[in-house]
């Protein structure tokens, strides 16, 4: 399985932009980079997915280095309701989801 | 449209008992998936299926573990005998496609609790 390395945990403040950064030196040219996040208590939920070029939705926006060796999710305007658990993920051609440890994200107010 | 469903949400049981939780995917999610979730690990794969097939149960213990997905809707995966190491949550998924290009939709999970 493709891997992907994040940091454990970072930590930022109440309506500060968060760039949530995702290694990925092993990608290959058909995998989707997909990102979910987990808040306390909940299920895994979808955020985000690129192929090559940068995207955006209301949640956040995902850039894509060109080479596609990693990527950064960016989070605007954190709120106190985006801390949770940020996971970085190479969707292959098995229709997997393959979960690492995540980065476990603090907001302070 | 609500979203997975899954019961019960929490479940004690004494080691060496059965347990069995229950998965509602979204409607017309031809992909259901069960993922396994100790505390303070990311979620690990256990089976996937592609309507009633399970196409991925490389991660299914299979010793005590099985899991069932009659008519390619609602699924089951039961734990028989439990062992204290199976507390965890258990979280099922499903996906409208059969590509990289599709989101899964997980629901809130049930918590195992052996003691």
């Known amino acids: 399985d493709a891997k992907t390395t994040q940091p454990n945990s970072m930590e930022s403040n109440e309506e500060e932009p968060v760039h949530l950064p995702c290694n990925h030196s092993?990608?290959?040219?058909?995998?989707?980079i997909h990102w979910y996040r987990q808040l306390p208590s909940q299920g895994p939920e979808y955020v985000i997915h690129g192929l090559t070029s940068n995207v955006n939705n209301r949640m956040a926006s995902l850039a894509i280095a060109e080479d596609r060796k990693s990527s950064t999710l960016i989070l605007h305007r954190a709120t106190l309701r985006d801390a949770a658990v940020y996971y970085c993920?190479?969707?292959?051609?098995?229709?997997?989801?393959?979960f690492g440890q995540g980065t476990r994200l603090t907001i302070n107010p | 449209e609500a979203g997975v469903v899954q019961s019960p949400r929490y479940k004690i049981i004494e080691k060496k008992q059965p347990v069995a939780f229950w998965c509602n995917p979204i409607s017309g999610h031809n992909t259901l998936y069960w993922y396994r979730q100790n505390l303070g690990q990311g979620p690990e794969l256990l089976i996937r299926y592609e309507n009633e097939e399970a196409v991925d149960d490389s991660q299914l213990p299979k010793d005590r573990f099985s899991a069932e997905r009659l008519k390619g809707v609602d699924s089951t995966l039961k734990i028989q005998p439990a062992e204290l190491g199976d507390s965890a949550v258990y979280l099922c998924?499903?996906?409208?496609?059969?590509?990289?290009?599709?989101?899964?939709?997980f629901g809130q999970g049930t918590r195992l609790t052996v003691v």
């Open positions: 993920i190479l969707r292959e051609g098995a229709q997997k989801l393959v």
């Open positions: 998924a499903s996906s409208p496609g059969t590509n990289m290009n599709t989101e899964a939709f």
């Open positions: 092993t990608i290959s040219g058909t995998d989707y």
